[in-house]
């Protein structure tokens, strides 16, 4: 049973362009999250999605970032614009379900580096 | 908003002695789920163990164990029979238990890097 997949690993982009992440999450798990990890720092929430659904977006930028869960593939992460301050370890974690309490599982992380 | 502390930002231990490293929390409500997540050089997230606030038994994974004290709103690990591949960059993480999206959600410490000595 695969676990969370996200890729690139690495990712190197030049300031202003733009960055996609990729994420599936693991074989039976209908939720993904999207956590930032800044350089020496925890790592912070940003956005919890369901399949075409948006659930909880409260930890997203307000500019540049965007999340989607299509219906179809995997979840991704948009920054547009990247500026040096978005350098940083991005994870993606899956779950089946909130409301029980399962564990939440995380991918191994993609690592934008902004030049 | 739930908040997580780990005060104790370095530590470090002998191999096959035991180390414990601090976690508290604030919040306001009365289920929720707490877990310990061990972050190794390759900085994969690795979950060590979980603890159900409605338990009242502290949990246990092999040489990991927690003191869950819920008055003092406290939540340390204990390792026991230190291994060198326990050094790591450990989160303590907090999750809600109720609400669509405030169960969604985990609000990590900012962490405490273990160093185990030979």
């Known amino acids: 049973n695969a676990g969370v997949m996200q890729n690139p690993r690495h990712l190197v982009r030049r300031r202003g362009q733009e960055a996609r992440l990729r994420c599936s999450p693991m074989?039976?798990?209908?939720?993904v999250y999207w956590y930032r990890q800044l350089p020496e720092e925890g790592l912070k929430f940003m956005v919890y999605?369901?399949?075409?659904?948006?659930?909880?977006e409260s930890g997203m930028p307000k500019e540049r970032f965007s999340a989607e869960f299509p219906k179809e593939g995997p979840s991704i992460l948009r920054i547009q614009q990247v500026v040096r301050g978005d350098s940083a370890a991005y994870f993606c974690?899956?779950?089946?379900?909130?409301?029980?309490?399962?564990?939440?599982?995380f991918g191994e992380g993609s690592w934008l580096t902004v030049v | 908003a739930q908040t997580v502390t780990q005060s104790q930002p370095e530590m470090s231990v002998q191999e096959a002695e035991t180390v414990t490293l601090s976690c508290t929390y604030d919040?306001?409500?009365?289920?929720?789920?707490l877990f310990w997540y061990k972050q190794p050089p390759s900085r994969q997230m690795i979950l060590v163990i979980r603890?159900?606030?409605?338990?009242?038994q502290n949990a246990t994974e092999n040489r990991f164990s927690v003191n869950f004290q819920k008055a003092a709103k406290s939540f340390s690990l204990k390792i026991s029979d230190s291994q060198l591949g326990d050094a790591a960059m450990y989160f303590c993480?907090?999750?809600?238990?109720?609400?669509?999206?405030?169960?969604?959600?985990?609000?990590f410490g900012e962490g405490t890097q273990l160093t185990v000595n030979p």
């Open positions: 993480a907090y999750r809600s238990a109720g609400g669509k999206t405030s169960g969604s959600r985990l609000t």
């Open positions: 974690a899956s779950s089946p379900r909130t409301l029980s309490g399962n564990t939440i599982y």
């Open positions: 074989k039976g798990h209908s939720h």
């Open positions: 919040t306001s409500e009365s289920d929720y789920y």
């Open positions: 999605l369901q399949k075409e659904n948006i659930i909880d």
């Open positions: 603890q159900e606030a409605y338990k009242q």
